[in-house]
């Protein structure tokens, strides 16, 4: 786990893109923290050029439900990346295990099936107050960092391997 402190900020203008369009999926269980991971996936993708009308954010009941509703999105070819945001807090059972594993693995292989970035943006907790650190408070905003994953990778996705000069 890390513990370096990041800046809640968005790194505005590290990766303009203004054609790109993003399905920020956030899980509507533990709404606090979701809530403001999604807020920072948005104005971190604005403040990288990304249009509004290109940014469409979609609510699923829980974090469990995030790899099905990627599934959904990473199929449409208007869809150019899909970000996945949620919070699983340990309990006392080994929900919390199950839960992380699938989504975990649910959305690495949508995103290896469809070729398009999936980003896992899904804090895994063992406290609300180590998610709230992970949700805007001391360690930054995850939301701000899953969205420069997406740029990240949407960059990477088509530079040239080698240049043919």
């Given at each position: 786990?890390?513990?370096?402190?990041?800046?809640?900020?968005?790194?505005?203008?590290?990766f303009p893109d203004?054609?790109?369009?993003?399905?920020v999926?956030?899980?509507?269980?533990n709404?606090?923290?979701?809530?403001?991971?999604?807020?920072?996936?948005?104005?971190?993708?604005?403040?990288?050029?990304?249009p509004?009308?290109?940014?469409?954010?979609?609510?699923?009941?829980?974090?469990?439900?995030?790899?099905t509703a990627?599934?959904?999105?990473?199929?449409?070819?208007?869809?150019?990346?899909?970000?996945?945001?949620?919070?699983?807090?340990q309990?006392?059972t080994?929900?919390?295990?199950?839960?992380?594993?699938?989504?975990?693995?649910g959305?690495?292989?949508?995103g290896?099936?469809?070729?398009?970035?999936?980003?896992?943006?899904?804090l895994?907790?063992?406290?609300?107050?180590q998610?709230?650190?992970?949700a805007?408070?001391s360690?930054?905003?995850?939301?701000?960092?899953?969205?420069m994953?997406?740029?990240?990778?949407?960059?990477?996705k088509?530079?040239?391997?080698?240049?043919?000069?």
């Open positions: 786990m890390s513990t370096q402190t990041r800046s809640q900020d968005p790194i505005a203008g590290t203004t054609r790109h369009r993003f399905v999926l956030y899980a509507e269980w709404q606090q923290i979701t809530h403001a991971l999604r807020d920072g996936c948005v104005q971190t993708l604005k403040a990288n050029q990304v509004e009308k290109n940014i469409q954010t979609l609510p699923v009941p829980g974090s469990f439900e995030l790899s990627a599934a959904f999105y990473a199929e449409k070819p208007e869809v150019d990346a899909v970000i996945c945001l949620g919070c699983v807090i309990g006392e080994r929900h919390f295990d199950f839960i992380c594993q699938a989504v975990a693995e959305l690495t292989r949508i290896i099936q469809s070729k398009k970035p999936v980003i896992f943006g899904v895994t907790t063992n406290t609300q107050l998610a709230l650190e992970r805007g408070g360690l930054g905003n995850k939301g701000c960092e899953a969205a994953a997406a740029l990240q990778m949407l960059a990477m088509e530079k040239p391997i080698f240049d043919h000069a």
